[in-house]
């Protein structure tokens, strides 16, 4: 099992920058790809952004390309999600998950974490 707590939402005004963290704990968590995805009120699960257990390298999605950056602290079994030039698009609540492979989409994750909200000003 694989346990992911995440921490860092909050309020922020648009153009903005807001960073993000999830501790990962739980047997063999080292070898996971970490994983963020967003969900907005009304609408799906959104895959944001993914990073390798070993290698860094890293997958994003469209919506939040050039914009965001994640990163991960293996010592710290932290992975972080730097969000810059944020708009009330961007709100919705931001949830971890780990998976084997790296991947961005939504059925591809083995583990949850509960999620931390953000929410953008206008």
């Known amino acids: 099992q694989v346990q992911l707590v995440e921490s860092g939402g909050g309020l922020v005004q648009t153009g903005g920058s807001l960073g993000l963290s999830c501790v990962v704990s739980?047997?063999?968590?080292?070898?996971?790809?970490l994983a963020w995805f967003r969900q907005a009120p009304g609408k799906e699960r959104e895959g944001g952004a993914c990073i390798d257990s070993s290698s860094g390298r890293t997958i994003y999605g469209d919506s939040v390309r050039g914009r965001f950056t994640i990163s991960r602290d293996n010592a710290k079994n932290t992975v972080y999600l730097q969000m810059d030039n944020l708009s009330p698009e961007d709100t919705a609540l931001y949830s971890c998950a780990a998976t084997i492979l790296p991947t961005i989409v939504t059925s591809g994750m083995d583990y949850w974490g509960k999620g931390t909200r953000v929410t953008v000003s206008s």
């Open positions: 739980g047997s063999g968590s080292e070898y996971y790809s």
